[in-house]
Nanobody, 124 residues
Framework: QVQLVESGGGLVQAGGSLRLSCAAS????????MGWVRQAPGKEREFVATISWIASRTYYANSVKGRFTISRDNAKNTVYLQMNSLKPEDTAVYYC?????????????????WGQGTQVTVSS
């Protein structure tokens, strides 16, 4: 089992930045793909970004490409999401997720473990 705990969410003005962290426990996630998925009020969860464990390949949703950066520190069993140039439409609960795959999972159905989520609110 893998437990994931997100932190770093909060309220920020449009154009600002936040850095989300996801700490994993229970098992090392060094051989898991890690991702971020978000859910805005009244909407389904949508893929945001993912990073593989092989060569740390990354992939982003078009809506965040160029503004968000995902990274991982396997020694700390932690994955990060740096969010810059935030927009009101980025407001959502952000979930960290882990997938037992060497590929780059880009849909929420490919993830095996989930955190509880952290709220990000961007004011205009």
């Amino acid at each position: 089992q893998v437990q994931l705990v997100e932190s770093g969410g909060g309220l920020v003005q449009a154009g600002g930045s936040l850095r989300l962290s996801c700490a994993a426990s229970g098992r090392t996630v060094g051989t898991y793909a890690m991702g971020w998925v978000r859910q805005a009020p009244g909407k389904e969860r949508e893929f945001v970004a993912t990073i593989s464990w092989i060569a740390s390949r990354t992939y982003y949703a078009n809506s965040v490409k160029g503004r968000f950066t995902i990274s991982r520190d396997n020694a700390k069993n932690t994955v990060y999401l740096q969010m810059n140039s935030l927009k009101p439409e980025d407001t959502a609960v952000y979930y960290c997720a882990a997938a037992r795959t060497s590929l780059v999972p880009t849909s929420k159905g490919e993830y095996d473990y989930w955190g509880q989520g952290t709220q990000v609110t961007v004011s205009s």
